[in-house]
Protein backbone atom coordinates (compact mmCIF):
# COMPACT_ATOMS: atom_id res chain seq x y z
CA UNK A 1 0.00 0.00 0.00
CA UNK A 2 1.49 3.34 -1.28
CA UNK A 3 0.94 6.61 0.94
CA UNK A 4 -0.51 9.33 -0.60
CA UNK A 5 0.99 12.69 -1.67
CA UNK A 6 -0.68 14.39 1.55
CA UNK A 7 0.56 11.60 4.09
CA UNK A 8 3.92 12.05 2.79
CA UNK A 9 5.22 14.71 5.29
CA UNK A 10 8.18 16.60 5.91
CA UNK A 11 8.93 14.39 8.77
CA UNK A 12 9.00 11.53 5.82
CA UNK A 13 11.98 13.05 4.28
CA UNK A 14 13.78 13.76 8.00
CA UNK A 15 13.56 10.16 8.80
CA UNK A 16 15.15 9.08 5.60
CA UNK A 17 17.45 11.98 5.75
CA UNK A 18 18.69 10.78 9.10
CA UNK A 19 18.51 7.51 8.96
CA UNK A 20 21.49 7.97 5.76
CA UNK A 21 23.18 10.02 8.52
CA UNK A 22 23.42 7.49 10.98
CA UNK A 23 25.30 5.62 8.33
CA UNK A 24 27.28 8.54 6.77
CA UNK A 25 30.54 7.46 8.93
CA UNK A 26 30.98 4.84 6.53
CA UNK A 27 32.31 6.85 3.63
CA UNK A 28 35.09 8.01 6.38
CA UNK A 29 36.26 4.52 7.09
CA UNK A 30 38.92 3.47 4.90
CA UNK A 31 38.81 -0.04 6.44
CA UNK A 32 35.73 -0.61 4.50
CA UNK A 33 34.63 -0.90 0.44
CA UNK A 34 31.27 1.38 1.18
CA UNK A 35 29.12 2.52 -1.91
CA UNK A 36 26.11 4.43 -1.72
CA UNK A 37 23.47 1.60 -1.25
CA UNK A 38 25.54 0.81 1.91
CA UNK A 39 24.85 4.29 3.30
CA UNK A 40 21.50 4.78 1.83
CA UNK A 41 19.39 1.80 2.73
CA UNK A 42 15.98 2.99 2.50
CA UNK A 43 12.66 1.72 0.68
CA UNK A 44 10.93 4.46 -1.40
CA UNK A 45 7.25 4.50 -2.30
CA UNK A 46 6.37 3.00 -5.67
CA UNK A 47 4.10 5.35 -7.01
CA UNK A 48 5.31 8.04 -8.98
CA UNK A 49 3.49 11.05 -7.27
CA UNK A 50 4.47 9.65 -3.83
CA UNK A 51 8.06 9.21 -4.91
CA UNK A 52 8.35 12.81 -6.77
CA UNK A 53 6.57 14.72 -3.53
CA UNK A 54 9.50 12.63 -1.20
CA UNK A 55 12.03 13.76 -3.50
CA UNK A 56 10.63 17.56 -3.14
CA UNK A 57 10.74 16.92 0.50
CA UNK A 58 14.30 15.71 0.94
CA UNK A 59 15.00 18.76 -1.58
CA UNK A 60 13.05 21.06 1.06
CA UNK A 61 15.17 19.35 3.61
CA UNK A 62 18.61 20.02 1.66
CA UNK A 63 17.72 23.57 1.13
CA UNK A 64 16.97 23.89 4.99
CA UNK A 65 20.20 22.52 6.11
CA UNK A 66 21.89 24.86 3.64
CA UNK A 67 20.38 27.73 5.84
CA UNK A 68 21.33 26.58 8.69
CA UNK A 69 24.56 25.99 7.77
CA UNK A 70 25.14 29.11 6.37
CA UNK A 71 23.16 30.75 9.27
CA UNK A 72 25.96 29.07 11.54
CA UNK A 73 28.98 29.97 9.83
CA UNK A 74 27.65 33.69 9.96
CA UNK A 75 27.31 32.88 13.67
CA UNK A 76 30.96 32.08 13.73
CA UNK A 77 32.28 34.70 11.22
CA UNK A 78 30.60 36.88 14.07
CA UNK A 79 31.45 35.80 17.47
CA UNK A 80 35.23 35.29 16.20
CA UNK A 81 35.93 38.44 14.34
CA UNK A 82 39.73 39.14 14.32
CA UNK A 83 40.27 35.66 16.52
CA UNK A 84 41.34 32.36 16.27
CA UNK A 85 40.43 29.34 18.15
CA UNK A 86 41.63 25.75 18.12
CA UNK A 87 39.63 22.94 17.84
CA UNK A 88 40.40 19.23 17.92
CA UNK A 89 41.62 18.44 14.10
CA UNK A 90 40.28 22.09 12.89
CA UNK A 91 40.82 25.78 13.79
CA UNK A 92 38.78 28.28 13.06
CA UNK A 93 39.79 31.60 11.66
CA UNK A 94 37.88 34.88 12.00
CA UNK A 95 38.97 37.22 9.40
CA UNK A 96 37.31 40.35 7.70
CA UNK A 97 36.48 40.61 3.73
CA UNK A 98 36.58 43.35 1.49
CA UNK A 99 34.51 43.68 -1.65
CA UNK A 100 33.40 46.31 -3.81
CA UNK A 101 29.66 47.36 -4.37
CA UNK A 102 29.08 49.67 -7.07
CA UNK A 103 26.49 53.02 -6.59
CA UNK A 104 25.43 52.70 -10.04
CA UNK A 105 26.34 50.14 -12.03
CA UNK A 106 25.05 52.01 -15.09
CA UNK A 107 27.90 54.67 -14.29
CA UNK A 108 30.40 52.09 -14.27
CA UNK A 109 29.66 50.90 -17.33
CA UNK A 110 29.34 54.53 -18.57
CA UNK A 111 32.81 55.17 -17.21
CA UNK A 112 34.39 51.94 -19.03
CA UNK A 113 32.80 52.59 -22.29
CA UNK A 114 34.02 50.16 -24.89
CA UNK A 115 36.43 48.39 -22.14
CA UNK A 116 33.70 47.06 -20.19
CA UNK A 117 33.93 43.23 -21.99
CA UNK A 118 37.40 42.79 -20.07
CA UNK A 119 36.19 43.85 -17.13
CA UNK A 120 32.58 41.66 -16.83
CA UNK A 121 32.47 38.71 -16.29
CA UNK A 122 29.65 38.19 -14.31
CA UNK A 123 30.36 40.96 -11.95
CA UNK A 124 33.06 43.93 -12.26
CA UNK A 125 36.43 42.49 -11.75
CA UNK A 126 37.59 45.12 -9.39
CA UNK A 127 41.47 44.82 -10.89
CA UNK A 128 40.17 45.24 -14.36
CA UNK A 129 38.83 48.51 -13.55
CA UNK A 130 41.79 49.64 -12.10
CA UNK A 131 43.48 48.63 -15.28
CA UNK A 132 41.49 50.48 -17.47
CA UNK A 133 41.97 53.77 -14.91
CA UNK A 134 45.53 53.28 -14.88
CA UNK A 135 45.20 52.74 -19.43
CA UNK A 136 43.51 55.98 -19.29
CA UNK A 137 45.74 57.88 -17.03
CA UNK A 138 43.20 58.15 -14.09
CA UNK A 139 44.33 57.50 -10.44
CA UNK A 140 42.38 53.58 -10.03
CA UNK A 141 41.80 54.53 -6.22
CA UNK A 142 39.97 57.91 -7.25
CA UNK A 143 38.14 55.66 -9.38
CA UNK A 144 36.88 52.85 -7.30
CA UNK A 145 36.28 55.39 -4.59
CA UNK A 146 33.76 57.26 -6.88
CA UNK A 147 32.03 54.44 -8.12
CA UNK A 148 32.22 51.25 -5.96
CA UNK A 149 31.67 51.52 -2.34
CA UNK A 150 33.37 48.92 -0.26
CA UNK A 151 31.61 46.57 1.63
CA UNK A 152 32.75 45.05 4.82
CA UNK A 153 32.18 41.68 5.68
CA UNK A 154 33.08 38.86 8.10
CA UNK A 155 34.31 35.73 7.35
CA UNK A 156 35.24 32.70 9.08
CA UNK A 157 37.26 30.19 7.46
CA UNK A 158 37.46 26.47 9.07
CA UNK A 159 40.45 25.19 8.30
CA UNK A 160 41.75 21.24 8.79
CA UNK A 161 44.36 21.27 11.71
CA UNK A 162 47.46 20.59 9.98
CA UNK A 163 47.22 23.31 6.97
CA UNK A 164 46.72 26.07 10.02
CA UNK A 165 49.13 28.09 10.33
CA UNK A 166 52.08 26.91 13.25
CA UNK A 167 51.40 29.41 15.59
CA UNK A 168 47.47 28.32 15.33
CA UNK A 169 48.18 24.88 15.57
CA UNK A 170 49.86 25.00 19.00
CA UNK A 171 47.11 26.49 21.00
CA UNK A 172 45.08 24.04 23.36
CA UNK A 173 42.09 22.83 22.43
CA UNK A 174 39.77 25.68 23.22
CA UNK A 175 42.18 28.91 23.67
CA UNK A 176 41.20 31.85 21.70
CA UNK A 177 44.06 34.20 20.36
CA UNK A 178 43.03 37.56 19.17
CA UNK A 179 44.33 38.48 16.03
CA UNK A 180 43.92 41.47 15.26
CA UNK A 181 40.94 44.21 16.58
CA UNK A 182 38.06 45.01 13.67
CA UNK A 183 37.49 48.71 13.07
CA UNK A 184 34.65 49.80 11.02
Do not use: C
Not at 18 to 27: A, D, F
Not at 158 to 184: F, S
Request: proline share 5%; net charge negative; glycine share 4%.
Amino acid sequence: MTESPNDLSIDDALYRVSQTSKNIHLLYDEDLETNDEDIVDLEFPEDIVDFMTLQEKVADVARAVKLVQKKMKDELAYRYQGKAVRLPNKVIVGKPSKSYKPYDKDRVLEYLGDDWKEVVRPEFRITGVKAVAKQRGDDPNVIMESLFETVLTNEVSILPEMKAPKYLQNLEIGEVKELWKIQY
